[in-house]
């Protein structure tokens, strides 16, 4: 069984592949570790352990839809049954996905979801629910992740990406072109709010021809 990355972490290789109903308990966990490792110097405890509570956890859509991938560290010198990965021996070191939906954010316990789908020709493509683990935190995986949503949703005919992103996640995504268009406030259930960022960014070039159909289930 694939498992969450322990706070000791070895040299490994990095493989992406979809996430499946099975991976979903180590996401949460895996959820719960980012949010309150990493988000700590721009959120207050009480707005981390709200959040866990209304709109962060897993979005069981994005998994059916094939459209959630997962970072998995296989440590070096591990053995391999198959040339790409074994899995068995790997760890999962963080998530993102991307959306064909209208859900800007927000896991499965959110009650804002709207699960309609875009129109590729007028809407952006939504950039979803990405956490890396603390023990994994500004080594690449993060943009890692991104770079492959934005190809399955190019090749999906988007020209345009969307999303909520914590004031964390707006550093990565400011590196990386997005723009902020306006402030949000998510009402958490303990009274709190959680203010996030509603970034953009648009496709240039010619689509690409890769999609996240090319990361196998396992």
Request: aromatic fraction near 10%; charge should be positive.
């Given at each position: 069984m694939v498992a969450l990355c322990s706070e000791t972490v070895l040299q490994a290789n990095i493989h992406l592949r979809l996430a499946i109903p099975g991976d979903i308990s180590v996401l949460q966990a895996l959820i719960a570790a980012s949010v309150r490792g990493l988000q700590a110097q721009d959120y207050t405890p009480a707005q981390i352990e709200g959040a866990l509570k209304t709109v962060f956890g897993v979005d069981s859509q994005l998994i059916a839809d094939g459209t959630y991938l997962v970072a998995e560290a296989v440590p070096s010198g591990s053995e391999s049954h198959e040339p790409e990965y074994d899995g068995a021996a790997s760890l999962i070191a963080?998530?993102?996905?991307?959306?064909?939906?209208?859900?800007?954010?927000?896991?499965?316990?959110?009650?804002?979801?709207?699960?309609?789908?875009?129109?590729?020709?007028?809407?952006?493509?939504?950039?979803?629910?990405?956490?890396?683990?603390?023990?994994?935190?500004?080594?690449?995986?993060?943009?890692?992740?991104?770079?492959?949503?934005?190809?399955?949703?190019?090749?999906?005919?988007?020209?345009?990406?969307?999303?909520?992103?914590?004031?964390?996640?707006?550093?990565?995504?400011?590196?990386?072109?997005?723009?902020?268009?306006?402030?949000?406030?998510?009402?958490?259930?303990?009274?709190e709010v959680l203010p996030v960022i509603h970034m953009e960014k648009r496709v240039s070039g010619t689509p690409l021809d890769s999609d996240t159909r090319r990361f196998r289930r396992v």
């Open positions: 963080g998530c993102g996905g991307w959306s064909k939906r209208k859900t800007l954010y927000g896991g499965d316990r959110w009650t804002g979801r709207e699960d309609e789908l875009l129109d590729p020709l007028h809407d952006a493509a939504k950039i979803r629910a990405f956490f890396i683990h603390p023990a994994w935190a500004r080594q690449g995986i993060g943009g890692m992740i991104l770079e492959a949503c934005e190809s399955a949703a190019r090749a999906a005919g988007f020209t345009r990406y969307e999303m909520g992103a914590t004031l964390t996640g707006a550093k990565l995504f400011g590196v990386k072109g997005y723009v902020a268009v306006k402030p949000i406030s998510i009402p958490l259930m303990n009274g």
